[in-house]
């Protein structure tokens, strides 16, 4: 998952989590995170999931986006990068992943190694009779 903690704006102090890509940021009410700032438009820019890549973002139309205070139209993002769009400044966040619980499969190899050591110890007691 992907966090975008937005640091300017109306919205500013929240954070919005895209779990589904094409994500795309805008004015319009289609949008996925919509943004009713100063300068951004209806459809602004997407983040797109390229197996090849990583998490790219690329900008809509004439839209001006900028990364790090570098203006863009199409780049890679990197974990902690700075997003502009218009008036509203977002940070890009790699989301923390959760571990799923491994309970289970720690107990079915306790119990199998367990079963493997009473087979031994009822071999061994049949061999010494």
Not at 31 to 40: E, I, K, S, T
Not at 86 to 101: D, H, I, K, N
Not at 106 to 112: K, P, Q, R
Request: include cysteine; charged fraction near 20%; hydrophobic fraction near 50%.
């Amino acid at each position: 998952m992907v966090q975008l903690h937005i640091l300017s704006g109306k919205m500013a102090g929240t954070q919005a989590v895209a779990r589904r890509f094409p994500f795309r940021i805008g004015r319009a009410a289609a949008a996925d995170l919509r943004l009713d700032d100063a300068g951004v438009w209806d459809q602004h820019f997407r983040l797109e999931f390229q197996p090849a890549a990583g998490l790219v973002l690329t900008t809509e139309r004439e839209a001006i986006v900028t990364v790090n205070d570098q203006p863009v139209k199409q780049t890679t993002l990197r974990n902690g990068d700075l997003l502009g769009a218009g008036s509203v400044r977002l940070r890009f966040w790699l989301a923390e992943t959760r571990q799923r619980g491994l309970w289970l499969r720690e107990a079915v190899a306790w119990s199998c190694i367990a079963l493997v050591t009473l087979v031994q110890i009822a071999l061994l007691c049949l061999l010494l009779r």
